[in-house]
């Protein structure tokens, strides 16, 4: 994949199965946190709010979503693994085609939100 100017093409030159996700995740972000700055970093859609907040990156059969440098709360990770997604310290894995857990992921948003806010005074 070249490297993509901008969070739109990122998405348009990603896999088809792909897009939908990311597209929703787009949207989820921009509604979640409005404020936070949308750009191209480490070659993948980033979002940056009194720090890194958050990001997405395409692989070949899933979207992997990570959240701000402290990772996932122990009830975040509960959150996601309860309703099947497979995650890592600070990152979800959405496949192509499974629905994307939008309460979720905005809770997580709006925490991580306030723990950079705090991180920032």
Do not use: C
């Not at 939908?20 to 404020?35: G, N, S």
């Not at 395409?58 to 122990?74: P, T, W």
């Not at 009830?75 to 979800?92: L, P």
Request: no cysteine; hydrophobic share 35%.
């Amino acid at each position: 994949m070249r490297k993509a100017k901008n969070v739109n093409e990122y998405i348009q030159s990603s896999p088809e199965a792909a897009q939908p996700v990311m597209e929703e995740l787009q949207r989820i972000i921009k509604e979640t946190v409005p404020e936070a700055k949308e750009r191209i970093a480490w070659n993948v859609p980033n979002y940056k709010l009194n720090g890194v907040l958050t990001g997405f990156a395409v692989y070949s059969k899933h979207i992997s979503l990570g959240f701000s440098e402290g990772g996932l709360s122990d009830e975040e990770r509960k959150s996601f693994e309860d309703k099947g997604y497979e995650i890592g310290k600070g990152t979800v894995q959405i496949k192509f085609g499974q629905q994307v857990p939008v309460d979720i992921i905005k809770r997580a948003l709006k925490s991580h939100a306030k723990l950079n806010e705090l991180k920032k005074k």
